[in-house]
T-cell receptor, first 113, second 117 residues
């Protein structure tokens, strides 16, 4: 089992729809969880992070965390073509040691006109 | 806030030469910086963790004598690819974790694209 698992996609959604990106992780003791966006040929950009169970909203983005199910998701409301990118889930795992982040392989999102 | 710069953004060199990449946190202090490598259409691969004033911690399979890391201050880390070969061609990205951060968030530099001829 991979430590941080994401569906590689591509996930295609029409403009204006809600995009739902999912991530599962193996280390039950993980403390904090991050979503990064990476455009092709560019470096990752931090969108938001979450550390408590429940929802955290920031503009059009909502992160959801369920530690019991070891599951974290990112919802993007009113998806725009400019949201088309690869979304990386990252986890600060206790077994990783210190402050390393373990990244998933990313989900490619395509927002279609 | 939380801006990380990298220099150079792109470098082309001949096989056998050494290349130095700088990573700077511009508006915060970073006790820890990280170096990643990313090949086309693949995920980020952590190469090493760099702590200010101490030796870097390398991930398994990464040659510490080939990829020299120096973290001389709280705002600067450098990666030197020694005796570069074509297989070292990749996208090298650094990240920095604020010393004041609680949740170990990392902010990434824009990356350095290395091409070894």
């Amino acid at each position: 089992q991979k430590e941080v698992e994401q569906n590689s996609g591509p996930l295609s959604v029409p403009e204006g729809a809600i995009a739902s990106l999912n991530c599962t992780y193996s280390d039950r003791g993980s403390q904090s969880f991050f979503w990064y966006r990476q455009y092709s040929g560019k470096s990752p950009e931090l969108i938001m992070f979450i550390y408590s169970n429940g929802d955290k909203e920031d503009g059009r983005f909502t992160a959801q965390l369920n530690k019991a199910s070891q599951y974290v998701s990112l919802l993007i409301r009113d998806s725009q073509p400019s949201d088309s990118a690869t979304y990386l889930c990252a986890v600060n795992m206790v077994t990783g040691g210190g402050n390393k982040l373990t990244f998933g392989t990313g989900t490619q999102l395509k927002v279609e006109l | 806030g939380a801006v990380v710069s990298q220099h150079p953004s792109r470098v082309i060199c001949k096989s056998g030469t050494s290349v130095k990449i700088e990573c700077r946190s511009l508006d915060f202090q970073a006790t820890t910086m990280f170096w990643y490598r990313q090949f086309p259409k693949q995920s980020l691969m952590l190469m090493a963790t760099s702590n200010e004033g101490s030796k870097a911690t390398y991930e398994q399979g990464v040659e510490k004598d080939k990829f020299l890391i120096n973290h001389a201050s709280l705002t600067l880390s450098t990666l030197t690819v020694t005796s570069a070969h074509p297989e070292d061609s990749s996208f090298y990205i650094c990240s920095a974790s604020p010393s004041s951060g609680v949740y170990n968030e990392q902010f990434f530099g824009p990356g350095t694209r290395l091409t070894v001829l």
